[in-house]
């Protein structure tokens, strides 16, 4: 085993050396990711070489925390907003809807595991129904505090890389996400309007049975049954299953 002297003073061109440590010992004590100090035995006197101890190899493991939407009934009316749309800038209303037969209104947001498996789908899903008369809308309701990544700068470069076919829209307040009793992201809240009646909801449950990591295909077939018995005048079953993904981001202090 290699012997390692301790440095104890130093003088221009020289080292004292006391002490030895072993190479183990040296090693045990330096920290895995930072380079460390080596001693070598050279021509008869020890020299100073920087050397690097590799990180260690470690699995990288994503979690977030499971959140499911609850507590808002069906029949329950569409509440009134005004949103702005970071993209273009405009300011979207609930009475921008109103010519539409059903209004899907989601509730997501960049950063979301569970919104990032089913992005793409819920792109192909709402460019497919809304050639067949459905209004779709996004909103992130997340906590710019917290979640930085989920701003308004951020929501844009979001809509414009994937294609949103849609407005999506930033609730800084948050006021609009307790308005729907929206928890989590991603959650879909499914309107139907007869005349001049305000939309009711008819769907609040969850895209399919796909998560992230189950090895289920994303086909988003429970939200597209839901929105064609909509569209067709079909009543929707009541049971549905709940949408799961990660909680809303609240603001620091806020009531939830």
């Not at 002490?19 to 100090?37: E, F, G, N, W, Y």
């Not at 990288?60 to 569409?78: D, P, Q």
């Not at 979301?112 to 498996?117: A, K, L, M, R, T």
């Not at 709402?126 to 917290?146: C, E, P, Q």
């Amino acid at each position: 085993m290699s012997v390692i002297p301790t440095v104890t003073g130093l003088s221009s061109g020289a080292r004292l050396l006391s002490v030895p440590r072993t190479l183990a010992a040296a090693t045990k004590a330096a920290p895995s990711s930072l380079p460390s100090l080596c001693y070598l035995k050279k021509k008869g006197y020890y020299t100073l070489r920087r050397w690097s101890i590799p990180p260690a190899t470690r699995k990288l493991v994503i979690r977030a925390a499971r959140t499911e939407s609850k507590g808002v009934s069906l029949g329950f009316r569409a509440p009134n907003f005004e949103l702005t749309e970071p993209l273009t800038g405009k300011v979207w209303k609930l009475e921008d809807f109103e010519a539409y037969p059903a209004l899907l209104v989601m509730f997501i947001c960049n950063h979301c595991p569970f919104v990032i498996h089913l992005k793409k789908e819920i792109v192909k899903l709402s460019n497919f129904y809304m050639k067949k008369g459905l209004a779709v809308v996004a909103i992130s309701s997340n906590s710019l505090v917290t979640h930085p990544q989920d701003g308004p700068e951020f929501m844009a470069q979001e809509a414009t890389l994937f294609k949103y076919p849609f407005p999506y829209l930033y609730d800084e307040s948050q006021e609009v996400a307790r308005d729907f009793g929206a928890v989590c992201t991603p959650e879909f809240f499914l309107f139907k309007k007869d005349g001049r009646r305000p939309f009711e909801l008819v769907y609040h449950g969850q895209f399919d049975d796909s998560r992230p990591s189950n090895n289920v295909p994303v086909t988003g077939r429970d939200l597209s049954l839901a929105i064609d018995r909509v569209l067709s005048g079909q009543l929707i079953p009541s049971t549905q299953k709940p949408s799961i993904g990660c909680s809303i981001k609240w603001n620091p202090g806020s009531k939830q």
